[in-house]
T-cell receptor
Framework: GESVGLHLPTLSVQEGDNSIINCAYS??????FIWYKQESGKGPQFIID?????DKRQGQRVTVLLNKTVKHLSLQIAATQPGDSAVYFC??????????????FGKGTHLIIQP | DSGVTQTPKHLITATGQRVTLRCSPR?????VYWYQQSLDQGLQFLIQ???????AKGNILERFSAQQFPDLHSELNLSSLELGDSALYFC????????????FGQGTRLTVV
């Protein structure tokens, strides 16, 4: 069936380096793609989203890239800090009828920051 | 703090029992979403309510039901519990029906023994 998935379960980076977390999706009908961060013991926290008609969006220290040709989404985190340690989920959203359906989440990538 | 409150934080119950999880959305948010997070299934969308009415359904079992009350708080009812229902249950809210702007609560950890 249609799904959103992640390439790597764990990513380890040095503090101060840039991190790139990847995500493959299969549903071309999605309207938005979103990245969430989940720290241990907490609920998912919205990081950034991108509409399906865009290919790049920047936030504070984060950039999301969308490649619809190969159905690939990535999250780039600049100058990674210890507080960035978390599990990162990509998710897709579709709008139908009078509103949005629930988010479809990928499996998650655990980002580990090495000192 | 996301502004979404879930109670209880932890719940331990026996198989066959029924439990109710409660969610208070952020002030002013009309939309409430329920998600289940387990190790094998990941984060799965269960159901959405908007201003008291059911808006969308995901992978919600027939043993589970939910409602949103006039004050906009929501309850998720889980009945005939099985060991496999052990999971984290999250509630999220958004101002409108746009779940890209949803804010998640800290979750209720349900353990079925």
């Amino acid at each position: 069936g249609e799904s959103v998935g992640l390439h790597l379960p764990t990513l380890s980076v040095q503090e101060g380096d840039n991190s790139i977390i990847n995500c493959a999706y299969s549903n071309s009908a999605s309207d938005y793609f979103i990245w969430y961060k989940q720290e241990s013991g907490k609920g998912p926290q919205f990081i950034i989203d991108i509409r399906s008609n865009m290919d790049k969006r920047q936030g504070q220290r984060v950039t999301v890239l969308l490649n619809k040709t190969v159905k690939h989404l990535s999250l780039q985190i600049a100058a990674t800090q210890p507080g960035d340690s978390a599990v990162y989920f990509c998710a897709e959203s579709r709008y139908s009828g009078g509103g949005a359906d629930g988010l479809t989440f990928g499996k998650g990538t655990h980002l580990i920051i090495q000192p | 703090d996301s502004g979404v409150t879930q109670t209880p934080k932890h719940l331990i119950t026996a198989t066959g029992q029924r439990v109710t999880l409660r969610c208070s959305p952020r002030s002013g948010d009309l939309s409430v979403y329920w998600y289940q997070q387990s190790l094998d299934q990941g984060l799965q969308f269960l159901i959405q309510y908007y201003n008291g009415e059911e808006r969308a359904k995901g992978n919600i079992l027939e043993r589970f039901s939910a409602q949103q009350f006039p004050d906009l708080h929501s309850e998720l009812n889980l009945s005939s519990l099985e060991l496999g229902d052990s999971a984290l249950y999250f509630c999220a809210s958004s101002a409108r029906g746009m779940n890209t702007e949803a804010f998640f609560g800290q979750g209720t950890r349900l353990t079925v023994v």
